[in-house]
């Protein structure tokens, strides 16, 4: 009974936050990653405008926090903003004095509870599963000037599939029924949120 009770938040998460999802694939900002005639200047403000998403996000996620499944996530394996900081660094029109003037988003998801970290989480952790047909189309059209400025978007390598299943079994066992509410409203405000500022930040 417990298995079915937790691996039902996972489908209602996929189901209930289609439209989000869908959503944000349209973003006209995010779907210049996969246009044909995609620029280096325009693949950069994206890793810019993503840069500014993860650095307001992830210390509220990780910094002092205390639950007890994050061994088990593994933060130094899954956080992004290092990856975000080599990929600019790896641009060449960034130093690291120069990132950290780049602006940051105030609009978040709440992180003050550990369901609403697992709705976020399954947001950026589920962002990672097309990274490998990105980072293909990228090198595609942009060749050797993105050589080395792909890690945000490829992170894991051949261990995409099975770093999501790994996450997928924790956030059912990381959870209560009584908690489901709050993942799906979290996931929801999440991608809300990150189609908001990837818009915001190309008008600044």
């Known amino acids: 009974m417990e298995i ?7 489908k209602r998460l996929k189901e209930e936050t289609r439209p989000m999802h869908d959503a944000i694939e349209k973003n006209p900002y995010l779907e210049q ?11 950069h403000k994206i890793i810019e405008a993503f840069w500014g998403y993860y650095a307001a996000l992830e210390p509220k996620l990780f910094e002092n926090a205390t639950e007890q499944w994050l061994g088990e996530f593994n933060v130094p394996q899954r956080e992004k903003l290092s990856l975000l900081k080599a990929d600019l660094l790896a641009m060449g029109k960034h ?11 105030s609009n978040l998801p709440e992180t003050n509870s550990s369901a609403k970290k697992l709705g976020i989480l399954y947001v950026l952790e589920g962002s990672t599963l097309g990274g ?8 595609s059209k942009l060749g ?21 299943k790994n996450f ?4 059912e066992r990381s959870c209560t029924p009584d908690e489901h509410d709050e993942i799906v409203e979290s996931a929801k405000q999440t991608f809300q949120s990150l189609d908001d500022w990837m818009t915001k930040f190309h008008s600044l």
């Open 4 to 10: 079915q009770e937790q691996i039902s938040v996972m």
């Open 33 to 43: 990653v996969t246009s044909d005639s995609i620029s280096m200047e325009e693949y």
């Open 95 to 105: 130093t690291e004095e120069s990132i950290a003037s780049i602006p940051v988003c």
């Open 132 to 139: 490998s047909v990105i980072t293909r189309h990228l090198k």
């Open 144 to 164: 050797d000037a993105v050589a080395n400025c792909t890690q945000f978007y490829f992170p894991y390598g051949e261990m995409t599939g099975p770093n999501w």
């Open 168 to 171: 997928a079994m924790l956030v």
